[in-house]
T-cell receptor
């Protein structure tokens, strides 16, 4: 069965303090790995799609990378507005459904 | 704003009742997905429709059903509601039926069953 595990569950950073979030996965035939940001009570907001090991994508202070077993979301010099829950999801061969991890709750203090 | 709309935003009802949640996908998207998010389960896939036809089923209870109409909007019907059905229900849409395909989520409907 496809599984996604995210760590840490929660992360508290000072503004400007860079860090990384981890998403490890077990899936039969990965077709895509997705990162979403979710604010409390809101819908997940799409950030990145990664398709193959070695791929990297960047958007403002965020950079996502992918290996054969895990993905990292690197946050450089975060700001308080980056506070949110970051969700990782995978799409396996033959299935369009997304399998989500439970997320990392990020809090960035000024 | 993802372009996916959901109504209503909030729904409060009693056990045993039936409710209907509505979703309009992004313009041009043919696939619609429904997900349930509860505190202890995270986001769980319920069901997918593509261009009016059911394409895949996840952990959807028999008390729940869905459909996609010719104008591509979708409705999720929840009946004989139980306390444990209280959750956020999200609709997502994507352009195609191929893999991979990025899904864009709506703002959700918060269902509270009392």
């Amino acid at each position: 069965e496809d599984q996604v595990t995210q760590s840490p569950e929660a992360l508290r950073l000072q503004e400007g303090e860079s860090s990384s979030l981890n998403c490890s996965y077990t899936v039969s035939g990965l077709r895509g790995l997705f990162w979403y940001r979710q604010d409390p009570g809101k819908g997940p907001e799409f950030l990145f799609t990664l398709y193959s090991a070695g791929e990297e994508k960047e958007k403002e202070r965020l950079k996502a990378t992918l290996t054969k077993k895990e993905s990292f979301l690197h946050i450089t010099a975060p700001k308080p507005e980056d506070s949110a829950t970051y969700l990782c999801a995978v799409q396996a061969a033959g299935f369009q459904k997304l399998v989500f991890g439970t997320g990392t709750r990020l809090l960035v203090s000024p | 704003d993802s372009g996916v709309t959901q109504t209503p935003k909030h729904l409060i009802t009693a056990t045993g009742q039936r409710v209907t949640l509505r979703c309009s996908p992004r313009s041009g998207d043919l696939s619609v997905y429904w997900y349930q998010q509860s505190l202890d389960q995270g986001l769980q896939f319920l069901i997918q429709y593509y261009n009016g036809e059911e394409r895949a089923k996840g952990n959807i209870l028999e008390r729940f059903s869905a459909q996609q109409f010719p104008d591509l909007h979708s409705e999720l019907n929840l009946s004989s509601l139980e306390l444990g059905d209280s959750a956020l229900y999200f609709c997502a849409s994507s352009p195609r039926s191929q893999i991979p395909d990025t899904q864009y989520f709506g703002p959700g409907t918060r269902l509270t069953v009392l």
